[in-house]
């Protein structure tokens, strides 16, 4: 198959080139087109998308084009898709990356992230982007003399070295450009799928049949997980154990089994079985690895839909032993915040008993200081330590995140499957977890041995299982 790549810079057709090597590519030299595309969308998608758009348009062809920059948030983002031109025409690379460090004197925020949007446009109208993100730190002078733009200024944490100082194999490891075109690969190879409408972008992954993204399309902004140097995961599925069973160990009809925390479904590869316009189903039969954890045959489908401004999804366990099966299931996932946390309230639709004494309420004052019920209460986040804690006996089907008194999320579960609902926050971090249960976490249950434990779910040979939340989002 051909691919036009809707780029003049020969360093981007090389990388490509590079990724596509089942593909004939082309860039628009090769094709002879001499064309520049204006750069006057909203976000780094539409920008994108319109390069690559006009050139198939014109061609008839399978046609990608790319888009990134880099967004500061202190300054709202700023640079953000005008990062090229950052400070006016008359600059150069220095020019620029020295105008962001003045423009950030003073403050303390420095945290930012690069971001690389690839657009995908097939000869049928149909339009894919990918995302990369990099995330990092401004630092306060620029260090190293590699890469271009501005790799100097930024300062990698896992590394403790800027983008400035990498080599380019070091930084092709790990860079936002990198991660799109990870994503690419995964696209290709059916390891990938996006949901699209009007409001959302939705990213899926084979791997733990996970969400990769969920993308506000008016801004661009990312709506789940923005803050992967956290926490790894956006909303990965908990099965067939609900948190850490201790030591990791369980017995089953006498025999000692290891399993993972939240299990293993999160960390194993998922095919992805169907797809229409606005849902996609991805489903995971038992391996080897699963076997020695947990030895049943199984299948556990996750169904996501986009309708309207929610995102729905839909866990579906079968038993394909023949003999009687036990799980737990739960969603874990995220939605992006700011640390200004004590801007935030959670809101259920009824009154709800504040939890006093589950797991995790390593605050104990501000629990304590709760009234025993109520329908509103302040979040508890952190920023120096993890906090977790759980909703039992729930009246609400509905939970709500405010900011500032207007609603950011509401996360809708079925509250008779529900026995517990999860709320957790790493320190400092950009994300919060809403988390519905079928099930109670490991650590809150009476006995370790998972066979005897409370609120486990069970299924005869061929008996399914379903459970479903959905997330609405006040754009
Ligand atoms: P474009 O994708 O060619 O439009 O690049 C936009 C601008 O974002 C570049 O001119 C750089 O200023 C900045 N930028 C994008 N990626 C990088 C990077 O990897 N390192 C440093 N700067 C970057």
Redesign the pocket.
């Known amino acids: 198959m051909e691919i036009i790549i809707a780029t003049n ?1 020969q360093g981007k057709v090389r990388e490509f080139k590079n990724r596509l090597k089942d593909y004939e590519v082309f860039s628009l030299k090769d094709k002879n087109i001499d064309i520049e595309v204006e ?1 006057d969308g909203k976000t780094f998608e539409e920008n994108a998308i319109k390069k690559a758009r006009t050139i198939s348009d014109m061609t008839g062809a399978l046609v990608m084009a ?5 967004e500061v948030f202190a300054l709202d983002n700023a640079p953000g898709i005008y ?2 031109r950052y400070g006016g025409e008359g600059l150069d ?1 220095k020019g ?1 990356y020295e105008k962001l460090l003045k423009d950030l004197e003073g403050k303390t925020d420095r945290d930012a992230r ?1 971001v ?1 949007v690839i657009a995908l446009c097939f000869p049928d109208g149909r339009n894919v982007t990918l995302r990369g993100e990099c995330y990092g730190e401004i630092t306060t002078a620029p260090d190293g003399d590699g ?5 100097p200024i ?1 300062y990698y944490p896992p590394l403790k070295k800027t ?1 400035g100082t990498l080599t380019l194999e070091e ?1 092709n490891e790990i ?3 990198a991660r799109a075109l990870d994503k690419m690969e995964l696209f290709f190879k059916d390891e990938m799928s996006c949901l699209e409408n009007e409001y959302l972008r939705l990213e899926i992954g084979s791997k733990g049949g996970e969400i990769l993204h969920l993308i506000n399309k008016s801004n661009g902004e990312n709506l789940m997980n923005t803050d992967l140097k956290s926490w790894d995961y956006v909303a990965p599925v908990c099965f067939p154990v609900l948190g850490e069973v201790p030591d990791d160990t369980y017995y089953y009809q006498n025999k000692k089994y290891l399993i993972d925390l939240h299990g293993f479904a999160h960390l194993q590869k998922f095919s992805l079985v169907s797809a229409s316009e606005n849902s996609v189903t991805y489903r995971l039969n038992e391996t080897e690895y699963s076997y020695k954890s947990w030895p049943f045959r199984f299948s556990l489908e996750i169904t996501y839909t986009l309708t309207g401004k929610k995102v729905e999804t839909l866990y579906k366990v079968t038993n394909n032993d023949d003999k009687q099966m036990f799980f737990n299931i739960g969603g874990h996932d995220t939605y992006a915040i700011t640390t200004d946390y004590e801007n935030y309230s959670l809101e259920y639709e009824k009154e709800e008993e504040i939890p006093k004494n589950c797991i995790y309420t390593n605050n104990r004052q501000f629990f304590e200081a709760l009234p025993e019920k109520a329908k509103t209460f302040p979040v508890m986040m952190s920023k120096d330590r993890a906090i977790a804690f759980f909703t039992k006996d729930l009246k609400s089907s509905w939970v709500q995140l405010n900011y500032k008194d207007k609603p950011v999320v509401r996360v809708y579960f079925e509250r008779e499957k529900t026995d517990s609902l999860g709320f957790w926050n790493e320190p400092n971090s950009k994300f919060y977890c809403i988390e519905p249960w079928a099930g109670i976490h490991e650590e809150c249950q009476t006995t370790n041995i998972t066979e005897e434990k409370t609120n486990l779910r069970y299924l005869e040979p061929n008996e399914e299982y379903t459970y479903y939340h959905s997330a609405e989002y006040f754009l």
């Open positions: 810079n750069e790319d888009d990134s920059g880099l990062s090229a690379d620029r690069f690389s890469g271009f733009g501005y790799d930024f983008f930084k860079s936002h450009r």
